[in-house]
């Protein structure tokens, strides 16, 4: 490896664990704060999801062709100045329109990043080093989500708003540190005359769809993501309502620690699991290998299955606990081994707007699977969660025929 790419690799880490730490600070507080401070009901918690995948929905494409055509550091560098100054907003305002605002604002900042920085990475160490760093990186912000974590439990007992508002602030400064020092070497943007042209937009696009067409296991997989986003929305935005409704928080030597507290000890614990696993992941399963990843995907997607139903399902706080537990871990570390799938099948002229699709189909899918789930949890939040996890048994038989295609399609077989 050269300097250059070491650099470039340096700071992909950097990247990583600092949007993977601040948004830990964020996160692990938001979803206490809009239920115990703001107010927001099953519905409410959902459709301020809804909006945000709604703009993220809209806006995918269109920003992953900007990384494309302009350039991917570029991109990084505005999505991370757009959530950070929607964490802001949504700190500062407990109010439902100010949340509504504050997450259309993060979901545009979201689309800018997403796909620009995978495919900034590849450009930079190439295609077999990146699937490697996309392993490493997931792993750094891991470890640096335990630091959020802990960060956001400390301050939160001060004021529950208060790692909201300074994970903006200190995002707004992540993205000067990465004006200064990200690197983009191998990045050719197109011709001055050609820049900002629906044209260039066009044939990247096109591009895109005619790899679709080429790749038929490819569509299976962004499939799958669609029934990802149908049954993921309802899951993330109700499984701490369902937690902080049906089961007693247990108390410490008499006392009854806040629920920040105990959700972010759950978060410390679920991020070691997710170290170990995306480890055996990186040690068992040959990421430059379609055929080993499609079957760890299957297998990850059958624990998220098994971890809803009991989650849903479970009246001991114990079990709850640990399906959460595992349902984390597993989660996170699809996402890594997902990555990895979509590098080898991308071409490089649009790898940033194929990853950028990936994204925006799983939008479509929370943007239509949100409402109802949320509609179902004003009832019931048990039958929103099962509900959730049926959705997601759709995805095994699609990704067992995705592993039984990929051998023909390696060999050049549609």
């Not at 696009?205 to 067409?213: E, I, N, P, Y």
Request: hydrophobic residues 55%; neutral net charge; proline residues 4%.
């Amino acid at each position: 490896m050269t300097a250059e790419e070491r650099r470039a690799w340096r700071v992909w880490l950097l990247w990583s664990g600092g949007q993977a730490l601040l948004s830990s600070l964020a996160f692990t507080a938001i979803m206490i704060y809009r239920i115990t401070e703001v107010g927001l009901s099953p519905l409410e918690l959902v459709l301020v999801g809804t909006v945000m995948e709604m703009v993220v929905f809209l806006f995918e494409i269109p920003t992953g062709v900007v990384a494309d055509v302009h350039s991917r550091r570029l991109s990084m560098l505005i999505g991370t100045v757009l959530i950070g100054l929607a964490f802001i907003l949504e700190g500062l305002v407990p109010a439902f329109g100010a949340l509504l605002l504050a997450q259309a604002i993060w979901g545009l900042g979201y689309t800018f990043t997403s796909g620009a920085s995978e495919a900034w990475i590849s450009d930079e160490i190439g295609e077999e080093a990146a699937s490697r760093a996309f392993l490493r990186g997931a792993q750094a912000g891991t470890v640096a989500g335990l630091l959020g974590i802990v960060g956001s439990i400390l301050l939160a007992s001060i004021q529950i708003n208060l790692p909201i508002v300074l994970a903006g602030v200190l995002m707004l400064a992540l993205a000067g540190l990465l004006a200064l020092v990200m690197p983009e070497r191998h990045f050719s943007p197109l011709a001055r005359e050609e820049r900002d042209s629906w044209r260039a937009m066009r044939a990247t696009l096109r591009a895109g769809v005619d790899l679709l067409r080429r790749r038929p296991v490819l569509r299976l997989v962004l499939l799958v993501e669609l029934i990802a986003g149908l049954y993921s929305e309802g899951y993330e935005r109700l499984w701490q309502k369902h937690i902080l409704d049906t089961f007693t928080l247990p108390t410490v030597g008499g006392l009854q620690l806040q629920p920040v507290a105990w959700f972010g000890l759950y978060q410390l614990v679920a991020s070691l699991g997710v170290i170990g696993l995306t480890e055996l992941l990186g040690r068992r399963v040959r990421l430059t290998r379609q055929g080993p990843v499609m079957r760890a995907l299957l297998l990850l997607n059958l624990a998220i299955v098994a971890g809803i139903a009991v989650f849903s399902l479970t009246d001991s706080l114990a079990l709850a606990a640990l399906a959460l537990l595992v349902l984390t871990a597993v989660r996170a570390a699809a996402i890594p081994v997902s990555n990895a799938w979509l590098n080898q099948s991308a071409e490089p002229a649009i790898r940033a707007t194929l990853f950028s699709l990936h994204g925006q189909v799983n939008s479509i899918g929370q943007v239509v699977g949100g409402p109802p789930a949320g509609l179902i949890g004003q009832r019931s939040l048990r039958a929103a969660l099962l509900a959730s996890g049926l959705v997601q048994t759709c995805s095994l038989p699609l990704l067992g025929l995705a592993l039984r295609r990929a051998p023909a399609e390696a060999a050049g077989v549609d």
